[in-house]
């Protein structure tokens, strides 16, 4: 954990882009194949595996930083998570397989009702590192009005991780 939190923005930015060409590459590469689409859903789950990880235990480091009075719950960001990453590898493997997809092209609202489920989930866990982050830059009392910025700055990942990753790497210098 120490790696990921320390590390340059350069570099997590190569990392999560680099795992998003990959992925794209498998997809493009095998999409011709209906047995190797397999590897395309494992290759896609593995993506986002990539992406929630860095969110999560940048979070979690964070958090333990902070002194036991100021610090946030955890359990529900990760059980978040895990449960978004189960859904999404679940959706993708039945359409690989071709279970549900007549059944939730036909249901609109359980295909809305997935969609919602999936930001509300990555607001949680956006949230949660934001909400750490800022803490450890502020020794004042903070409400959602104070890091509801840094919450956009990490959805939009590739980008915000040049905004977000020098922040952390000051946290750390500082408390040296």
Known sequence: MNTIVK?????????????????????????????????????????YLVILSWILVTGIYLNGNLKPDRRVGTNIPVTTGLFLLITIAAARFSWTINETFDFMQNNTWLMISYIVFSFVSLFIICGFTAKTIKLNETSNEINVNDYFGDIFKILIWPIGVWFIQPRINNIFRDNR
Request: aromatic fraction near 18%; glycine fraction near 4%.
């Open 7 to 47: 590390a340059k923005s350069w570099k997590i930015f190569a990392v999560l882009l680099s795992g998003g060409f990959i992925h794209q590459f498998i997809d493009i590469k095998v999409f011709d194949n209906e047995i190797n689409e397999v590897y395309s859903d494992i290759s896609h789950t593995i993506y």
